[in-house]
């Protein structure tokens, strides 16, 4: 079945540092969804790609869809300690005709004031 | 917007009993799906239902979990009898529509199995 693979799996960084997140699935994907966890919470969609080689901006988070459609990655400028949480990227399988979302195991970022 | 509203936050019961998991999904949403949380695994997609049908219950991990919708704001995740290895985060999220959209999250009830 599809794998959507995630790395680093952890990352420290001391704030004003940026931070990068990357996400590779084993099979071509129709698009991907970022999500963001904050400890002890639930995940919150941040952003959905569909086309390839798309690039969205959300002030300074930074997506981006590969050219082959089966990677992504999200980019923090000058991480800020409300950034702190697990960034999930998510997979939607355009083999099924409901869009059925694999999560990758998520980065859990750290920020250091 | 009341958001996705899940009950009990916590839970803690012993191996062999019963335990129940309720959702109420947005309204408006027709997608529902329930996933488990844990470190090992990660969020794993349980069971889905599209207008209340469940669609895709390929991963439920076995018969002694069960899922239903019996109406469009409400639904259901029973394990029975617990065991300790189900001890997890299980999330319930809704969407609009049937296409690729952005799920939204409940606040999760942790479960513990004793």
């Known amino acids: 079945g599809q794998q959507v693979m995630q790395i680093p799996q952890y990352q420290h960084v001391q704030e004003g540092e940026d931070f990068t997140t990357y996400c590779n699935s084993s099979?071509?994907?129709?698009?991907i969804q970022w999500y963001k966890q904050r400890p002890g919470g639930h995940p919150v969609f941040l952003i959905q790609?569909?086309?390839?080689?798309e690039v969205k901006k959300q002030k300074r988070l930074t997506f981006q869809f590969g050219e082959a459609k089966k990677n992504s990655s999200l980019h923090i400028t000058a991480t800020q300690t409300t950034d702190v949480g697990t960034y999930f990227c998510?997979?939607?399988?355009?083999?099924?005709?409901?869009?059925?979302?694999?999560f990758g195991q998520g980065t859990i970022l750290t920020v250091h004031p | 917007d009341a958001g996705v509203i899940q009950s009990p936050r916590h839970e803690v019961t012993e191996m062999g009993q019963e335990v129940t998991l309720r959702c109420k999904p947005i309204?408006?949403?027709?997608?529902l799906f329930w996933y488990r949380q844990t470190m090992m695994r990660g969020l794993e997609l349980l069971i889905y239902f599209n207008n209340n049908v469940p669609i895709d219950d390929s991963g439920m991990p076995e018969d002694r979990f069960s899922a239903k919708m019996p109406n469009a704001s409400f639904s259901t995740l029973k394990i029975q009898p617990s065991e300790p290895r189900d001890s997890a985060v299980y999330f319930c999220a809704s969407r609009k529509g049937q296409g690729a959209r952005g799920y939204t999250f409940g606040s999760g009830t942790r479960l513990t199995v004793v």
């Open positions: 309204s408006g949403h027709n997608s």
């Open positions: 790609l569909v086309k390839s080689g």
């Open positions: 099979t071509t994907l129709s698009n």
């Open positions: 998510a997979g939607v399988d355009g083999g099924t005709s409901y869009g059925k979302l694999t």
